[in-house]
């Protein structure tokens, strides 16, 4: 691939350090170690060597969705790669699915459900925040180069959308799920599955107390992931010293028809 104007670029430097641009004809990118005009990077291949002015060589790569969430500027508190990674395994997000998620936020989950259910599919992400809204279309406009017709935002209560929308998935990071839960055990197709990302044991159980009363949930789970980064270097061969201790804890659970 080579680079074209408009797309995301990362920079990685001779200690490892990520920098995130989108390239436009006009821009320069600078660093302590010199500047490196975007005209140079546009049309250089994905995995090339460039060079600043004052000779500093970084590598040029085409981000990794993962490498864009961390590194792209935040307006709410996202959902990290180590969490978005086991939401569209275990939500099992597939191509050509219609998916209900909120809050948008900064937008990060919703740039790996787009990815996950392709252009046959539909995401429609819901944000109570106006200026949450505004900023997610900042952020995945860079990442796509447009809002993908396949998505569409809105402004509003997720509540609200799940009768109209009739989503076979529900993709939740809201402070207080368990009133879409409601919602989703009136109007989500039945077989349809629901995920909510929560960071404190009382939302747990709220959720899964709310989903159990309906009598319309069933195979709950919960599930928190660790991850544990390595450093490979020499004969030092370890884990890193620090890691993550907490995100959230994810809830899963399948939408059925109520016991006779
Ligand atoms: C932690 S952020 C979501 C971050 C997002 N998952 C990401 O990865 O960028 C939670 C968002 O949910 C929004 N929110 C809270 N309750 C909501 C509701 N009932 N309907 C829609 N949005 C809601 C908040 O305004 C906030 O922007």
Redesign the pocket.
Known sequence: MTFRVGDPALLIDDKGRQYLLRLEPGREFVFHKGAIPHEKLIGAEDGSWVETHQGARLLLLSPRLSDYVLRMK?G????YPKDLGPILVYADIGPGMTVLE?????????LGLARAVGTTGRVVS????ED?HEF?VKTITRWFGEIPPHVELRV????DSVAGVKPERIVL????PW??VRAAAEHQPTGGVLCA?LPTVPQVETTVETARETGRFAEIEVKEFLVREWNVSGRSVRPEHTMVGHTGFLVFMRRIQPAE
């Open positions: 935040r709410a508190q996202v959902v909120a809050g948008t936020g900064s937008g990060a989950l919703t819901v944000e109570r925040r949450h997610a509003g209560a997720v509540e990071d809201v402070p207080e009133h879409v990302y």
